[in-house]
Structure formats: C-alpha cells, structure tokens
C-alpha cells in the first residue's frame, strides 16, 4: 500500500519464519524519487525479495539505485539477493559487516532449514556503510541515514523521508508483535527517546501496521522495555537465577503482545546479562 506519496509498503506477517510464509514477517518497501527508488527493507528470503522487486517494476521503471540493510537479522535482510542484479548501493551500520561475519552464514544455514535448500537466499554484504549519519538522493528526494548506538542490536540503521516526514525505524519500533531484545535494554530506550525527539509526521515499524503516528505508537514498547529494566532489576536484587527470571520478570505484559512465549524469555535473559554487573 502506497502510505505516503511515493512510500509504499507491504506488512509483514506476525509470525515466525515457516515455509508457507517464507521469512515474510517483517515490513517491507521501497521510496520513488524522480530519479531512483531506494528499497527500506528487502525481506526475508530471496523469495520474498522477488516478490518485492516484482512490485517495484509493476509501479516504476527508474532505477533501484540503494538497499537499505537495517540490521543483522535474517527477516531485513535475506530478500538482498532478490537486487544484486540491479547493482545498487546495499546500505548498512558500519557494525553490519562484523554481525554478518559472526552470524551471516549461521543464520542462512538455518533458514535454509525452514525454508528449504536454496531459498533463504545469499549473505549479500553492504557495501555502503554509516558510522554517523549520512544523506542520499533520490532526485529531488533526500533520505537521511542514521546509525544508531547499541539497542535492538548493536547495528541498527534507521531513514528518514525528508519530503513527507516519514520515519523508518526498522526493529527500533515493534507494534503488535512482541519486541526481540539483540543488543542493549537501555541502548534501545536512549535510541527511542532521540527518535521522538524528531517530530516526524508517521513512521513505518519493523513489525507492525504499516504506518502509525510516532512518536504514540511507541509508548506500548518502552512500557515493556521499561518493564523489562525494572523487574530485570529486582529479580537480580532478590537474588533469582537468571534461568528462573523469565517465569517472573515482566509478565504483567502477557496478552498485550503477539508471539509474547516466542521471544520474551529470551528477552529477559538478554536483560538480566546486561544488568547483572551494572
């Protein structure tokens, strides 16, 4: 759906990665400028990288001239290989290339394990990277690039729409879908207030509707990640075992989320190594 002019954006399924949905679970997209087209998130497969190029041509011609690589995980990154034929910029944190050093070929390996042989698609590596921020055109269309500190992961790169206002926070921002803890609890809420701090007219979530008004629709999420910090916290006081933390911490939040037994307990467990020495 076209949620801006010129914006325009597939939600991804709130599940987990199966064969039917091929890794379709996160929110995906590209931007028209009056030169280029910039895709913001490429999908979770090679297939569903297809599938999203197949969308682009059936709505312009111009040239897909970056991939924006959001972070390491496998349902951002894996359509990538659906554009190596159109030779563009693929863009990332400058954390991105170590993440997919690390994790890249385990993560494709056991994709390919859901999916099947061959369909998870490459580990395409970036081939732009953003230590700060950084600026692209589209003609007559500016996207700004931001790399954040350590939060949902430690590599996490967000745009911005300057024409419409338009936020694309990636997983810095889950609506619906229970949040996955990667990098730092109180990174992601210090990167979440900054990103308020913009003013933007709406945002497009990593998982979630595919628009929402920001920065309201975060407030479910530092709810939880608040939660998270202060129950993490006092388990850790009372002496809990951190495999034993999940059975207590931050289950008043049971209900208000999708896939909440998938991901929470090793939320917590993520939480409880941050803040054991803190």
Same mark, same amino acid.
């Given at each position: 759906m076209e949620i801006a002019p010129g914006i325009h954006i597939r939600r991804g399924v709130d599940e987990i990665a199966t064969a039917h949905n091929d890794d379709a679970i996160a929110n995906v997209g590209f931007i028209v400028g009056r030169d280029y087209v910039a895709v913001t998130e490429s999908g979770g497969s090679l297939r569903d990288g297809e599938r999203l190029r197949r969308r682009i041509r059936q709505v312009t011609q111009l040239p897909i001239r970056y991939v924006l690589m959001s972070h390491v995980h496998p349902d951002?990154? $894996?359509?990538?290989? !659906? $554009?190596? /034929?159109?030779? #563009?910029? $693929? =863009?990332?944190? !400058? &954390?991105?290339? &170590?993440?997919? !050093? &690390?994790?890249?070929? +385990? +993560?494709?390996? /056991?994709?390919?394990? =859901?999916?099947?042989?061959?369909?998870?698609? #490459?580990? =395409? &590596?970036?081939?732009?990277?953003?230590?700060?921020q950084a600026r692209i055109d589209l003609g007559g269309r500016t996207l700004e690039l931001k790399a954040h500190g350590v939060a949902h992961t430690s590599n996490d790169l967000s745009a911005l729409d300057t024409q419409t206002q338009t936020l694309f926070p990636a997983d810095l921002l889950f609506v619906g879908r229970i949040p996955s803890l990667d990098g730092s609890l109180k990174g992601w809420l210090k990167e979440l207030t900054a990103l308020a701090a913009l003013h933007t007219q709406r945002a497009v979530p990593g998982h979630g509707p595919a628009s929402v008004k920001f920065p309201a629709a975060a407030t479910k999420l530092e709810h939880y990640l608040e939660t998270l910090l202060r129950e993490t916290r006092q388990a850790i006081a009372k002496g809990i075992e951190i495999d034993a933390a999940p059975d207590s911490v931050a289950q008043s939040e049971r209900g208000k989320w999708t896939l909440f037994d998938d991901y929470h307990g090793r939320n917590v467990t993520q939480a409880f190594k941050e803040l054991e020495w803190e």
């Open positions: 951002h990154i $894996f359509g990538a290989g !659906a $554009f190596l /034929q159109d030779k #563009p910029a $693929f =863009v990332g944190h !400058a &954390q991105l290339p &170590q993440a997919l !050093a &690390q994790r890249g070929e +385990y +993560y494709r390996e /056991q994709l390919e394990r =859901v999916l099947g042989t061959g369909n998870a698609g #490459p580990v =395409v &590596q970036p081939t732009m990277l953003i230590s700060n």
